[in-house]
């Protein structure tokens, strides 16, 4: 498996993970955080291989479907540069960096 994939997929699920059904949930966490094996998650739920194969690239597509039409992980990443770039070009202004620690932790960065 590709670790950009995983690693995306770790954090859409991050993010949309409130918008899946239980089962969707449980399934990309053991498959991607995890790291369970489609045999693996099969015999846990007493379902065949395909079946948690079908699911699991349904929901990366509703994933990545979610994340295009809400835009919040990539707009977090780009909050994060913004904010690192304000911070290194103001490195002495101490409101700066106090106002954005504050941002920061609004998105739970810290």
Known sequence: MEIEKTNRMNALFEFYAALLTDKQMNYIELYYADDYSLAEIAEEFQVSRQ???DNIKRTEKLLEDYEMKLHMYSD???RGQIFEEIAERYA???YIQQQIAVLNSIDNRD
């Open 51 to 53: 079946a948690v194969y």
């Open 76 to 78: 977090y990443i780009v």
């Open 92 to 94: 002495d202004d101490t």
